[in-house]
């Protein structure tokens, strides 16, 4: 992105935090499609060994996304 000079913008810069992750985001459903385990990589990788990570905290978003609701 070019716009990040220091860790310190992501955690001051409440937009540009959001952007980054959203970007990021959207780099891991062009890699591995729009599933809940996809999503569960953006917090716990691509490892096979964190499958289990990556579904609890799919299902984490999903809970709070139905609560939401």
């Known amino acids: 992105m070019g716009i990040i000079r220091s860790e310190k913008d ?10 980054t992750g959203a970007w990021i985001l959207a780099r891991h459903f062009q ?7 996809c999503l569960g990589s953006y917090n716990a990788g691509f490892s096979k060994s964190n499958t289990h990570r990556r579904m609890k905290y799919a299902r984490q978003i999903y809970s709070a996304y ?3 609701r």
């Open 10 to 19: 992501l955690l001051n810069n409440v937009c540009l935090n959001i952007q």
């Open 31 to 37: 890699r591995c499609g729009v599933n809940w385990e």
């Open 66 to 68: 139905m609560q939401g």
